[in-house]
């Protein structure tokens, strides 16, 4: 009885946190401000590849799959402006920082399944949550990266547009 009372625990904080992760404005999620920066030990991502990250993030549950009418999708499509591209940085910072929430809220499972049971419970719980926030920090630098040309990509084609329209005035 104490599983099942953890487990719609864990259930209903999942679901909460991902309200919370849709209705929270997405300005407030910066990929170049701590928590959500590259740090100093994950060596540029090296840590990520030494983890063979690339092999198994497709096989997580994609909530974007899942809902996809909630949820922006994960994929970049061909054709990509930068705003599109922004929104989808915001979206793994928000993914961290939840999946980061429900590791600390699991452990309120330790209050519902008194003993080492609900230790031991709280602690999967957390350990299943972290390969989410794993594949977040592998994933936003190279997009981060993309956004960076994309930006100097727009910005020179904003300034050969002002310079036709500068000369081509006269004519």
């Known amino acids: 009885m104490d599983l099942l009372k953890c487990l719609l ?6 679901a909460a946190g991902f309200l ?4 929270l404005p997405k300005r407030f999620f910066c990929a170049e401000s701590f928590p959500f920066r590259m740090a100093r030990w994950e060596k540029e991502g090296a840590v990520y590849n030494r983890l063979a990250v690339r092999r198994w993030k497709e096989k997580l549950p994609d909530m ?4 996809p009418k909630l949820m922006p999708s994960k994929k970049l499509p061909r054709e990509m402006t930068a705003p599109q591209l922004e929104r989808m940085v915001q979206e793994t910072c928000v993914a961290e920082w939840i999946h980061g929430l429900l590791c600390l809220t699991g452990f ?5 399944w008194k003993g080492i049971w609900g230790w031991i419970v709280s602690a999967v719980y ?3 949550n972290i390969p989410f926030i794993i594949v977040q920090r592998y994933n936003r630098p190279k997009l981060v990266r993309i956004l960076q040309r994309l930006r100097e990509k727009e910005s020179i084609h904003e300034k050969c547009d ?7 005035a006269g004519t």
């Open 20 to 23: 919370l992760g849709r209705l």
């Open 108 to 112: 309120g499972c330790v209050f519902i």
């Open 9 to 14: 625990y864990f259930a209903l904080t999942g």
């Open 162 to 168: 002002c310079f036709e329209l500068q000369h081509g």
């Open 64 to 67: 974007s799959a899942i809902l």
């Open 126 to 128: 957390m350990l299943c």
